[in-house]
């Protein structure tokens, strides 16, 4: 089969294409036909041999954790009836830059009716992701929420989740183009974290999302009204905001860290995918490459001029 493959810490043109062979599902496992592949920015500090403990690779590997495709044969002690069906799941953290992968029939989501798998596989991290930071600061009816990184794969699912449940949506970006994106998807107002004096337009908050961390976390913190929540979700900085816990103490400010067990996150996929499949939650898939183009689409990400969701397009459906 076709693979991308990491033979070393590097950047983007450590991804080299190349030939692998083809996976065979064993016990409790399937053999998925891979069509597209979830690219998240973690990835692109893996590859560099950067990214956050405990996630490690060790080269040489096939990277990526996250794809949707067709089950195409199904390995002893799983049920025959999933061959044929469209799936989204996680590789467990590698192999997933390829055209075939073997993964746990345990881990498998069904893509619902009505939703394109391409949108099911966008929604695969950032929509649990979204779901869980959402359900973590339950924002409530009248709330101004400031969403950092509205236009990246969680933060446009965010802005859309926080409007739906009745707060007024500040977006935060970097430049027109991606502020323009949020408001696009609902956010009521929307400022450029790259313009000197940003926080002073957005304004006071009672709800951060902070997806990107460093100084632009830190002075949204600043932003957070007193009975506020501040949820990190990410690090696009390369570093979190670091908000010392007296510091939050001080302002009547609660830094809200997520925890959820492995079934509740897949509760918030679930709830994700079914959000979208009736019309209510919409994905933006801002770019797609090819397989081969694996180190193209980190340079992309890496860039900062992404918006929403960038996928691999590995086979096109049928």
């Known amino acids: 089969m076709r693979a991308v493959w990491l033979k070393e810490f590097g950047g983007p043109e450590v991804l080299?294409?190349?030939?692998?062979?083809?996976?065979?599902?064993?016990?409790?496992?399937?053999?998925?036909?891979?069509?597209?592949?979830?690219?998240?920015?973690?990835?692109?500090?893996?590859?560099?041999?950067?990214?956050?403990?405990?996630?490690?690779?060790?080269?040489?590997?096939?990277?990526?954790?996250?794809?949707?495709?067709?089950v195409a044969a199904a390995g002893p002690g799983v049920d025959g009836g999933l061959v044929g069906r469209r799936v989204v799941t996680s590789t467990g953290g590698t192999g997933a830059y390829a055209e075939l992968v073997a993964v746990d029939a345990a881990g498998l989501f069904e893509v619902p009716d009505g939703l394109a798998l391409d949108d099911a596989v966008a929604l695969l991290a950032d929509g649990r992701t979204a779901a869980m930071m959402l359900n973590a600061a339950r924002p409530r009816p009248g709330e101004r929420v400031l969403v950092e990184a509205a236009a990246g794969g969680v933060g446009?699912?965010?802005?859309?989740?926080?409007?739906?449940?009745?707060?007024?949506?500040?977006a935060a970006a970097g430049g027109a183009r991606k502020a323009e994106v949020a408001l696009g998807l609902g956010a009521d107002e929307a400022v450029d974290y790259g313009e000197p004096g940003w926080a002073g337009k957005a304004g006071e908050v009672?709800?951060?999302?902070?997806?990107?961390?460093?100084?632009?976390?830190?002075?949204?913190?600043?932003?957070?009204?007193?009975?506020?929540?501040?949820?990190?979700f990410g690090l696009a900085s390369g570093e979190w905001a670091g908000i010392p816990e007296e510091d939050a103490a001080e302002r009547g400010?609660?830094?809200?860290?997520?925890?959820?067990?492995?079934?509740?996150?897949?509760?918030?996929?679930?709830?994700?995918?079914?959000?979208?499949?009736?019309?209510?939650?919409?994905p933006v898939i801002g770019q797609r490459f090819p397989?081969?183009?694996?180190?193209?689409?980190?340079?992309?990400?890496?860039?900062?001029?992404?918006v929403g969701k960038t996928l691999l397009e590995v086979r096109r459906p049928s």
């Open 291 to 306: 397989l081969d183009g694996a180190a193209d689409a980190h340079r992309a990400i890496q860039s900062r001029a992404t």
């Open 253 to 282: 400010v609660t830094l809200v860290r997520p925890a959820a067990a492995p079934e509740e996150l897949r509760e918030f996929t679930r709830g994700a995918l079914a959000e979208a499949a009736a019309g209510r939650l919409r």
């Open 206 to 232: 009672d709800v951060v999302f902070d997806g990107v961390g460093g100084d632009v976390a830190r002075e949204a913190f600043t932003l957070v009204r007193r009975g506020g929540r501040m949820v990190s």
């Open 16 to 70: 080299v294409p190349g030939e692998a062979p083809d996976p065979v599902p064993g016990e409790g496992r399937v053999l998925v036909a891979v069509e597209f592949v979830n690219i998240t920015f973690v990835e692109t500090q893996m590859r560099a041999g950067t990214g956050p403990a405990p996630v490690r690779l060790e080269p040489p590997v096939i990277p990526g954790n996250g794809v949707g495709g067709v």
């Open 156 to 170: 446009t699912l965010l802005v859309q989740l926080a409007k739906a449940a009745g707060a007024t949506v500040v």
